[in-house]
């Protein structure tokens, strides 16, 4: 069994900060692209940044310059620092990886969801 635990999220003022956590545990051999995606209240689930295992990063283009997705492979961990809020960011983030699995099996597996809310 792998999964996948996010942590982090929270109520933010617009302009405020917050860094979401992402680990990966269980029968891991080897931890290959991750991301984290989010889905806003009555929206489709949206891309917001990957990073690849040798930390090559791609960024919607809603979030470049605020956002900063980074990892810790002796870990298992990856992180969202999340900087000059908007009340546009509010919404469910997910983490997301692709994971092979001490039995050889290459899973895509999602995390529970963190809610970050930004308001006033």
């Known amino acids: 069994q792998v999964q996948l635990v996010e942590s982090g999220g929270g109520l933010v003022q617009p302009g405020g900060s917050l860094r979401v956590s992402c680990v990966a545990s269980?029968?891991?051999?080897?931890?290959?692209?991750m991301g984290w995606w989010r889905q806003a209240p009555g929206k489709e689930r949206e891309l917001v940044a990957t990073?690849?295992?040798?930390?090559?990063?791609n960024y919607a283009d809603s979030v470049k310059g605020r956002f900063t997705i980074s990892r810790d492979n002796a870990e298992n961990a990856m992180f969202l620092q999340m900087n000059s809020l908007k009340p546009e960011d509010t919404a469910v983030y997910y983490c997301?990886?692709?994971?092979?699995?001490?039995?050889?099996?290459?899973?895509?597996?999602w995390g529970q969801g963190t809610l970050v809310t930004v308001s006033s």
């Open positions: 269980g029968s891991i051999s080897s931890v290959n692209d």
């Open positions: 997301h990886a692709e994971i092979r699995a001490t039995t050889w099996a290459l899973l895509d597996v």
């Open positions: 990073i690849t295992s040798v930390g090559s990063t």
